[in-house]
Structures are given as structure tokens and as C-alpha cells.
């Protein structure tokens, strides 16, 4: 079960604990075959380096999504700029919604993943979404947007990755 706590308004702080070790967390993370499995089937890019891009590339299923919703999906649904890398312990990056146009104009987010190791087993995954100046990515990424066919936000994406790591399977399908 992933627990989410408001530390203000503006950021969003979810922890989970994964049966796995921090290297596959990484690897799910920032792998594009691995996000296809829990992130709503979207394939990342990273270019793991201070300055590096960020993109997130829509599915079949969410461009169809879009059609049925009346709103063309884009080439890119997520976009940003790795600020720092530290593999497999901490990955920081800029964050942008670009599906919906109205969240597109909305200032870059600031999301951290932090890994830790846990002395009784299962590795700590920590996510920090810092949301100044995005109160309609805030809405989408708390789940308040899913009766729209948004999702859940963060932690439906994060209870997706547990399950595909201590299962092997998606959470869906």
C-alpha cells in the first residue's frame, strides 16, 4: 500500500516499500521497456546526466484514450531535465505535463526519487513532487482527476511498480 502525506500545499511527498533492491527500482524507474509495465504503458527517455532530457512517449492505449476523450494525445506526454543522477540511490528532475494544454503551460515541477535499503528487508522508495506554480498537475498526480480518465496519480503509479516488481506482473492485464 503506498501512503501519501501533504507537507504543503505546493509539495506531495508518497513512500512506498518494495521487496526488491534499490539497483531494480532504479532500473524500473528509468528502464522504457520496465515504465511500459506500470507507468499507463508510457515508454520513458532519460539521459542520465545534469542537464540530461527527460521525455515520457503515450501508448497506443492513451492516444486512443485521447480520441475517445476528444483530445489529441502529443508526441510527448511528459517532458523535463535531469538535475542530478546518483544511480541507484537518488534521481532528481524537472517534470512537465504536456498531455492536457492547460497543465503544458504550467511551470516545470521538481520531482525526486530517492532508494534507500532497509535494515529488515524491503527496499524504501520515497518520491517528492514539488508542485509550486501547478495546481492542475497537483490535481492530476494526487488522483483527484481519475472520474475524469486521469488515473490515480502517484499512488496508483507506485503501487503499479510494486506489484510489477515483487510479482513480475502489471498491476493491470
Known sequence: MTSKTETSVATQVYRVYIKAT???IWDAITD?????????????EYDLRPGGAYRAYP??????????????IPDVVADGEVVEADPPRKLVQTWRMLMDPSMAGESFT??????????????KLTVVHELEGAPQT????????????????????????????????????
Open 22 to 24: 534499490p539497483q531494480a
Open 32 to 44: 522504457p521497456e520496465m515504465t511500459e509495465k506500470f507507468l499507463y504503458e508510457a515508454r520513458v
Open 59 to 72: 501508448s497506443d492505449s492513451m492516444r486512443k484514450h485521447g480520441a475517445e476523450m476528444g483530445y489529441p
Open 110 to 123: 521538481r520531482l525526486t526519487w530517492e532508494i534507500e535499503e532497509t535494515p529488515n528487508g524491503p527496499a
Open 138 to 173: 497537483a490535481a492530476l498526480v494526487t488522483g483527484e482527476m481519475e472520474d475524469q480518465g486521469a488515473g490515480g496519480g502517484w499512488n496508483e503509479t507506485l503501487d503499479a511498480l510494486k506489484t510489477l516488481l515483487e510479482t513480475g506482473k502489471p498491476l493491470y492485464g
